[in-house]
């Protein structure tokens, strides 16, 4: 609508970041802008801050973390959680599954957020908010006993264990969440097998869901968009599929969404 503004376009909170991995960081908070989020702030650990504000675009907020817990009195409509958050202390880990199980905004878990419910066994604290964006490796720690089994059931098998929504990567990706259909997105190319692109996938994601979409939709239809985009980005004389980066897959998101609300591919 015409009156459109930030406030309803949504405000997106991002866990994530450390000093060895702040590009997870960036490209999640990228996504997010790219997705059409109002307002994004990283909340990233006081060692990785000053590096991560320095690669940002200037639309983006960066906050040094002490306690992620803070998050829990902030005003955001939607979290991300988890991207680049590898090596940071024990007792921040304790706190960031303190805000996972606390939380009821709708939030999507990725990379070491899910590492570090797969290695505490603490998946009972996944609800109906939660939206996980596994890969294979990272689905196996969560749900070992459903490593072995056919892609499609064992998604539906842990959707209806957890309450949450799933978002399994892969070829092609899945989601599903306990008594919704199962979708199996149908856009990409072997030219996102490279690291960031699931960074880049969960911050589109927060956007959609700061903008009131449904879990499960946001999903769906951000590995929709982060997929078209990539294949737009291929059409560059430049690319190929062994030199696709994220950040070309970044530019390109505007026009997949423009592809989706014309129905062309």
């Known amino acids: 609508p015409f009156d459109f503004h930030k406030g309803k376009a949504g405000r997106v909170g991002i866990l994530a970041g450390s000093p060895a991995y702040t590009g997870a960081a960036v490209l999640a908070a990228t996504g997010a802008l790219r997705g059409g989020a109002g307002l994004i702030t990283i909340h990233t650990p006081p060692e990785a801050a000053e590096c991560i504000s320095s690669k940002c675009p200037p639309e983006i907020i960066v906050r040094a973390c002490t306690d992620p817990r803070e998050l829990l009195d902030l005003h955001y409509d939607s979290l991300v959680i988890g991207c680049g958050l590898q090596g940071t202390r024990p007792s921040f880990h304790d706190q960031v599954l303190e805000l996972i199980s606390k939380t009821d905004l709708p939030t999507v878990i990725d990379a070491e957020a899910l590492n570090l419910i797969a290695s505490t066994g603490m998946t009972g604290i996944l609800k109906s908010n939660h939206l ?3 890969h294979p490796g990272e689905f196996k720690g969560l749900a070992p006993d459903l490593a072995d089994s056919p892609r499609e059931s064992a998604a539906r098998e842990f959707a209806d264990r957890t309450g949450a929504t799933l978002l399994l990567k892969g070829c092609r990706t899945i989601v599903t969440r ?3 259909p199962l979708w199996m997105n149908a856009t990409g190319t072997p030219g996102m097998a490279t690291g960031g692109q699931g ?9 959609l869901l700061a903008r009131k979409h449904p879990l499960p939709n946001a999903a769906s239809l951000g590995a929709w968009v982060c997929g078209r985009a990539a294949e737009r980005a291929l059409h560059a004389s430049h690319l190929s599929v062994e030199s696709l980066p994220p950040s070309d897959v970044l530019e390109n998101v505007g026009g997949a969404f423009r592809d989706w609300a014309r129905q062309t591919r």
């Open 132 to 134: 996980l964006t596994p």
């Open 178 to 180: 306990a008594g919704s």
């Open 199 to 207: 960074d880049l996938l969960s911050g589109v994601i927060g956007a």
